[in-house]
């Protein structure tokens, strides 16, 4: 049994989790888990500035400690590891987080874990669902990434896909900004296609059906905005078409990867921000059962930025004996496959 307590800052979600995970079968459960998002603070701004970012976690992240270590009954001192963010994400957020694991690792001399925000949602299916077995076959898909990997074990990745230019959440968020939605996007572009005609605007799908294996979204992007300024269109309708488009994209993509893959895939797997739209993951769904493999994904509060999920891969980690010196640094771009080769085009999202 290990209790970890779980720190997340990489972005614009302040976290801690406390994690308690069974050491041999690694069944766990969520203790105590707070997340304070800052969506009002970058509201005005439509989008996540880093400064603010950065501020708004140190002001947070120490007194939520304090709370969610409450929540669970418990104190520093019961816990077997501390595991936080280190990388890859804004890098002011990154360090309040990692140096505040840091000193609360040595105040209380305890073992460090440096968790990859990625790996945090790569490993988080296996915290829902504990009958998720390696090796499977991962879609990722966040406001900075969007990737296709293959999950052989714990820093066992082989990436498949990258984007080449948008992320997928990003791609959301730039429609609900062109929408006038505001930020962050995915949800209301969601709710708002529930009550458009998802074919009444024509819009691409860029590189469908040409075989090629990574993201491009930033054509869509365009189109949406093209659609928007002619003025003809409901924003229903608008916002249904991207959807659709956007999924239509995913799912040839993700067919192609499945093709790739190697022997083996126990699942597809989707995690990440935007897996926990309700119509991607029906049609992930299909196309995963045409593979005759189930599909996985995490239930949509465990999708989008949490602590839970760093204190699990944290707990995956400790089991396996890696924990990391205090002197591990901050890591604003940290890839889970080192030897993937760089994609043309692709840059900070890589
Ligand atoms: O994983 P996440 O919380 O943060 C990153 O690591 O990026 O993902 C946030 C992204 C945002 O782009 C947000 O608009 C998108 O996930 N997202 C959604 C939905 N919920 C969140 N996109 C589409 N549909 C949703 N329901
Ligand atoms: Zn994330």
């Known amino acids: 049994m290990a209790l970890i307590l779980g720190i997340e800052s990489s972005c614009d979600e302040t976290a801690a989790a406390v994690i308690d995970s069974n050491g041999t079968t690694l069944t766990a459960r969520i203790v105590a888990q707070r997340i304070a998002s800052q969506d009002e603070a970058h509201r005005p701004y439509g989008g996540v500035v880093p400064e603010i970012a950065a501020r708004a976690h140190v002001e947070v992240l120490a007194p939520m400690i304090e709370a969610v270590l409450g929540d669970a009954g418990m104190s520093l001192g019961d816990m077997d ?34 968790v990859n925000h990625l790996e945090g949602h790569a490993l988080s299916p296996r915290l829902a669902d504990p009958a998720l077995h390696y090796p499977y076959l991962l879609l990722l898909v966040s406001g900075g990434h969007c990737q296709i990997l293959e999950v052989a074990g714990v820093g066992q990745y082989r990436r498949l896909a990258t984007t080449i230019d948008d992320a997928l959440g990003e791609a959301f968020d730039k429609t609900a900004k062109i929408l006038g939605l505001g930020y962050p996007g995915g949800p209301a572009v969601e709710r708002m296609a529930r009550e458009g005609d998802a074919r009444a605007v024509r819009l691409p799908r860029p590189l469908v059906g040409s075989g090629e294996v990574h993201f491009s979204f930033a054509g869509l992007k365009s189109a949406v905005m093209r659609a928007k300024d002619a003025g003809v269109h409901a924003d229903a309708d608008i916002a249904a078409s991207f959807q659709q488009a956007a999924i239509d994209c995913v799912i040839d993509r993700t067919r192609i990867a499945l093709g790739a893959a190697s022997a083996g895939m126990t699942a597809l797997v989707v995690a990440g ?21 189930p599909l996985v994904a995490p239930p949509p509060k465990l999708c989008t930025d949490n602590a839970a999920m760093i204190g699990w891969a944290g707990a995956e980690r400790f089991a396996l004996g890696y924990v990391d010196a205090l002197d591990v640094v901050a890591r604003p771009r940290w890839p889970l496959d080192d030897n993937a080769a760089p994609v043309r085009g692709a840059g900070v999202k890589a």
């Open 273 to 293: 921000g935007v897996a926990a739209n309700a119509a991607l993951r029906g049609s992930l769904e299909t196309l995963a059962g045409s593979h005759g493999l």
């Open 81 to 114: 590891a501390i595991a936080a963010t280190a990388g890859p994400g804004l890098i002011g957020g990154v360090m309040v987080g990692l140096v505040t694991g840091k000193a609360l690792a040595m105040a209380a001399d305890k073992p460090l874990i440096a």
